[in-house]
């Protein structure tokens, strides 16, 4: 048992002239004319086993490649999303400006611009891939820098994707270039 120490008055007793005359005899009232007072100090007894034990909660400082690539975010991540969808968010972000500023300047789709340089375009998403594992495995807290949120990032990237797959699914239809 654990004893708290509380600075609470529990026991107050007042004893006053007034008092002492309705209490006291005739003869002893002209000997009391003074107040006292007594103040005592309880102690709270708390049974240990009352006490709920609070989990101690710590961040996990790291994670495993099958939590990376789970399509929900582990609980203490410092990323928003999961991992899939922040790779492909990051991916499709770079994809649609290098094919859109591709398809303005040359005039070619998507697939002609891939099937002249698979290597570079692989090499580039592999890259992409790994930075982001990297970063989210080892739960790197990205700072906030002027506009860039971690929200703004999330919504660009599913903007992103979007235009990806309407530039693709344009060309597909169509045999041309989109812009």
């Not at 708290?4 to 005899?25: D, E, G, K, Q, Y």
């Not at 002893?28 to 909660?57: G, Q």
């Not at 375009?121 to 790197?140: R, Y």
């Amino acid at each position: 048992t654990h004893v708290l120490r509380n600075s609470t008055m529990s026991a107050f007793t007042i004893t006053s002239a007034l008092a002492a005359r309705v209490a006291a005899p005739k003869a002893a009232r002209s000997a009391r004319r003074s107040t006292v007072v007594r103040a005592a100090e309880e102690p709270v007894v708390i049974d240990a086993t009352e006490i709920p034990a609070k989990p101690v909660y710590v961040k996990p400082t790291s994670f495993t490649l099958q939590q990376a690539f789970a399509f929900s975010a582990p609980e203490g991540s410092n990323f928003i999303a999961s991992g899939p969808e922040l790779m492909n968010g990051r991916l499709a972000m770079l994809a649609f400006v290098a094919a859109a500023g591709a398809e303005i300047s040359t005039g070619e789709t998507v697939m002609q611009q891939f099937s002249e340089a698979p290597t570079a375009v692989l090499l580039t998403t592999a890259l992409f891939v790994a930075a982001t594992l990297k970063t989210f495995t080892t739960n790197t807290i990205s700072d906030t820098i002027g506009p860039f949120t971690k929200e703004k990032e999330l919504l660009n990237g599913r903007a992103a994707m979007i235009g990806m797959a309407i530039l693709l699914g344009y060309e597909a239809v169509k045999h041309v270039a989109l812009l």
